[in-house]
C-alpha cells in the first residue's frame, strides 16, 4: 500500500523543487510521477536536447528518498514539431484536421509521428533508463483521450487499406465477409475501400466495426514501439500505461497483451466520472459529493485482469476536478476513502493527481494535494492522515494480494463496439448494462473480478456475462466443462464475427447449452414498460426486450405480463431476456449464486464491503450513517462499525 503524487518540475520555479520532494516524503509519498508532458522543454528545438533541468529535477527527487516514474512525453508534440510535419495532427470524422494548441493533437497512423516517438522515448531512456531511483516508466498519457482516436486521416487509411488485405486476403473474400451486395457496396481492390465516415446514412456494421479493430490494433502498434524501445534500454523498470476509466475505445485485454505490460495504470476520477457517465439522475444527485459507490471499484476489478493482477492507480482525484459537467469538492473524508478503496481491491500504489494546483493555463482549476501559495488542501490533509495510519499499522502495511474472487463478470470490448454501432435503441449501452450487473453483484456484498471472455472461467462459482455478442464454441466449451452457474443477459450470441444475425438465430452457439431462440427483438422507449415480477420483487423492462422461444428441456422462470418468457434456464445456465430494472437484475444474481452456493447479504445502501488478505474492508458512500457487517467480536484494524459518510473501517476475518 503505497502513495504517490505527480509532479511537474518544470511548471515551477527550480527554488521550490527541493522544497517540494523534502515535503513529499514528509507527507508519506514513496513515487513520484514526472515528466509526461515536457516534450518542449526536453527538446526546444529538433534535435536541440536540453536535459539538464530535468536531470536536476531527477537528482533532487531521487536524492530525497523518492521512487520515481518517468512519462514519455508522446502526448504532446511540440509546436516545431507541428509546424515541420502538419501531418502529425489527426483529423476527425467530419474530414477536419485538429489544432495545435492543447494536447493529444497526433494521428497514431502516421509514421512521422511513430519515427518521432522514437526518436525522443530512445534519447530519454538512453540517458534515464538505468537509473537506480526510476522504477518504472509510463508511456505516452491516456491513451485515446479527447476521442483523437479514431483519426480519418490519409495515413490511417492506407494502414486500414493493409490491415483489410492481411485479414481477408482477397477482396471477393472481403465482398461476401461484409455483404456488399447489400446497396451495390462491392469493392474491386483493397485500395478503392474507404474509411466508414462522411456516408450519407449508416455505413455497413461491418465495415464501422472492423475500422474499430483496426483503430484498436493501431493504438497496441503504436504504443508498442515504446515499449520496444524502453525493454532493451530500461531493463530493470517495471512498464505500464495509464489508462482511463469506463474507456473502450481500444480492446485493453488485447492490448496489455501485444504490450507485456508490468502493470496495468489507470486514472481515477470518481466524481467526476458519476457525472459522466449514463446514471439515473437520483443517483446522480445521491452520489454527488461521494461518487458513485461502483463506479471505482468497477475500473479497479477490470485493471486488475488487465495488468494480469498488477494495478497501480496512477492519478486519484484529490479534490474537485475541472472537466466534468459540474464539479464539485468531495465531501470530507473521500480522498481518503479512495485510497483505501483501491488498496482493499488490490492495487499497490495510488498516487494523487497532483502534487500542488497549477493557477495557470488550462487545469488552474484543478485542484491538488496543495493550494496554488503551497499550502496543503484539504485532500492533501487527508492523504496525510492515510499515509500516517498506513505507516503505522503493521497489518494494513503488510497487506496480501487478493484472492480470486467465486464470482466473475465477463467484460467485452467488441461487444461495446458491435452494440454502439448498432444500438438499435437510444438508450441501450452495453457498458451502462454490465455496470448495472456489476452495481447488483457488490450491493450483494461479492467480491467481483471483471475478465475476459478468453480467461479460464474454470475456477469461478458464479458466471455472469451481462452479454457478449458473439459467442464462439470455445466459450460454450467452457461452459459446458465448468460447474459454475451462468447468467446470460440480453443479446448475447447475437451476432457473428462478421457483423450479421447466426444462421441459427441468436443466441447462436449457446444454444448448445440452452435451447431456446430469439424471434424478435424490440426496444423500448420510455412509455414502453413490460411488467414482470421474479418472486416478490416486481419490475419492467426497460431500454430492451426480447421476443423468445424456449426450445427442448428449456425452462420459463419468470414471463413479462404479456406473456413472453423473462427468465430461460437449463441445467445451469440462464438466459434473461431483456435489460431489467435493478432489483430485477439483483434477483436473478442472488438466486443463481444461492444455486452456486455463494453466500450473498443484501448491504445497507451506499455500503460496500470488499475483502483483501485477511481483512475486510467497508466503505460509506451514501449520505446517511450506516453500521458495517462486522461480526460482534470483530477485531478493528481501522476505524469501527459505525459509518458516517466517507468513512472506512477494516476488520480482520475470523
Ligand atoms: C487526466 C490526465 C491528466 C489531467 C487530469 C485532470 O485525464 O491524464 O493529465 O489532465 O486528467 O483530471
Not at 502498434?221 to 469506463?246: C, T, W, Y
Not at 489507470?266 to 466524481?271: E, F, K, L
Not at 501559495?373 to 494480494?401: D, F, H, M, T, Y
Not at 442472488?590 to 460496500?608: H, I, M, N, S, Y
Amino acid at each position: 500500500m503505497q502513495l504517490g503524487v505527480c509532479y511537474y518540475p518544470e511548471q515551477w520555479p527550480r527554488s521550490m523543487w527541493a522544497d517540494d520532494a523534502k515535503r513529499m516524503v514528509e507527507l508519506g509519498i514513496t513515487h513520484v510521477r514526472i515528466a509526461e508532458f515536457a516534450w518542449s522543454r526536453m527538446e526546444p528545438r529538433a534535435g536541440e536536447f536540453a536535459w539538464g533541468w530535468l536531470d536536476e529535477a531527477v537528482e533532487t527527487l531521487a536524492s530525497a528518498g523518492l521512487k520515481l516514474v518517468l512519462g514519455t512525453p508522446t502526448a504532446s508534440p511540440p509546436k516545431w514539431l507541428i509546424d515541420a510535419h502538419p501531418d502529425v495532427l489527426p483529423v476527425r470524422a467530419d474530414g477536419v484536421r485538429w489544432n495545435f494548441g492543447s494536447r493529444r493533437h497526433y494521428d497514431i497512423s502516421s509514421e512521422t509521428y511513430r519515427r518521432e516517438c522514437v526518436r525522443i522515448v530512445t534519447a530519454m531512456v538512453e540517458r534515464y533508463g538505468r537509473h537506480p531511483s526510476i522504477v518504472a516508466w509510463q508511456t505516452d498519457n491516456e491513451l485515446g483521450c479527447h476521442e483523437t482516436v479514431p483519426s480519418y486521416s490519409g495515413a490511417a487509411l492506407a494502414r486500414f487499406q493493409t490491415w483489410l488485405q492481411r485479414r481477408y486476403e482477397r477482396v471477393e473474400a472481403l465482398n461476401d465477409a461484409w455483404g456488399n451486395v447489400f446497396w451495390s457496396m462491392e469493392y474491386l481492390s483493397f485500395d478503392t475501400i474507404g474509411l466508414p465516415n462522411r456516408t450519407p446514412t449508416d455505413a455497413n456494421p461491418i465495415h464501422l466495426l472492423d475500422f474499430r479493430r483496426f483503430m484498436s490494433d493501431e493504438v497496441a502498434s503504436f504504443h508498442r514501439e515504446q515499449i520496444d524501445v524502453l525493454r532493451q534500454h530500461a531493463p530493470k523498470a517495471d512498464l505500464l500505461h495509464n489508462f482511463m476509466g469506463f474507456f473502450t475505445t481500444f480492446d485493453h485485454y488485447r492490448f496489455a497483451e501485444d504490450n507485456a505490460l508490468d502493470v496495468a495504470a489507470w486514472d481515477s476520477y470518481p466524481i467526476a466520472r458519476t457525472e459522466s457517465i449514463a446514471l439515473p439522475e437520483e443517483q446522480k444527485a445521491r452520489y454527488a459529493r461521494t461518487a458513485h459507490p461502483d463506479v471505482s471499484a468497477f475500473d479497479h476489478d477490470r485493471y486488475r485482469a488487465i495488468g494480469a493482477g498488477r494495478f497501480w492507480v496512477m492519478e486519484q482525484q484529490a479534490g474537485p476536478v475541472n472537466w466534468a459537467p459540474w464539479n464539485p469538492v468531495p465531501a470530507k473524508g473521500m480522498v481518503r476513502l479512495w485510497a483505501y478503496e483501491a488498496f482493499a481491491h488490490g492495487a499497490e500504489l495510488v498516487s494523487y493527481f497532483r502534487w500542488r494546483q497549477c493557477p495557470y493555463a488550462q487545469e488552474q482549476m484543478h485542484s491538488g494535494l496543495n493550494l496554488p501559495n503551497n499550502e496543503l488542501s484539504p485532500g492533501g490533509l487527508e492523504v496525510q492522515q492515510a499515509a500516517r495510519e498506513i505507516a503505522s499499522s503493521a497489518a494494513l502495511a503488510g497487506l496480501g494480494a487478493p484472492a480470486r474472487a467465486a464470482t466473475a463478470v465477463v467484460f467485452d470490448y467488441e461487444t461495446q463496439w458491435m452494440f454502439e454501432i448498432q444500438r438499435h435503441g437510444k438508450t441501450f449501452d452495453y457498458q451502462t448494462l454490465a455496470f448495472d450487473y456489476y452495481e447488483a453483484l457488490r450491493e450483494l456484498g461479492l467480491d467481483v473480478d471483471i475478465v475476459s471472455s478468453k480467461a479460464d472461467l474454470s475456477p469461478y462459482r458464479l458466471v455472469v456475462v451481462p452479454s457478449i455478442a458473439v459467442i464462439d464454441e470455445t466459450l460454450v466449451d467452457q461452459i459446458e466443462r465448468s460447474s459454475a452457474q451462468w447468467v446470460f443477459g440480453p443479446r448475447s450470441g447475437s451476432k457473428t464475427t462478421a457483423f450479421a444475425i447466426p444462421s441459427s438465430l441468436p443466441p447462436g452457439a449457446l444454444q448448445r447449452v440452452l435451447p431456446m431462440q430469439v424471434l424478435e427483438v424490440e426496444t423500448l422507449r420510455p412509455t414502453l414498460t413490460p411488467a414482470l415480477s421474479i418472486g416478490d420483487t416486481q419490475g419492467v423492462a426497460l431500454h430492451w426486450r426480447e421476443h423468445v422461444r424456449a426450445n427442448g428441456e428449456t425452462t420459463v422462470d419468470a414471463q413479462f405480463d404479456d406473456t413472453w418468457p423473462a427468465i430461460l434456464t437449463h441445467g445451469r445456465v440462464r438466459y434473461v431476456a431483456g435489460w431489467l430494472s435493478h432489483a430485477l437484475h439483483r434477483e436473478v444474481l442472488q438466486r443463481a449464486a444461492k444455486d452456486a452456493g455463494v453466500e450473498t447479504q443484501l448491504l445497507a445502501d451506499g455500503l460496500r464491503i470488499r475483502r483483501r488478505g485477511d481483512l475486510t474492508f467497508a466503505f460509506n458512500f451514501g449520505p446517511e450513517p450506516v453500521q458495517a457487517p462486522a461480526p460482534v467480536n470483530a477485531t478493528f484494524v481501522l476505524g469501527h462499525s459505525e459509518l458516517k459518510t466517507g468513512d472506512v473501517c477494516v476488520w480482520r476475518n475470523a
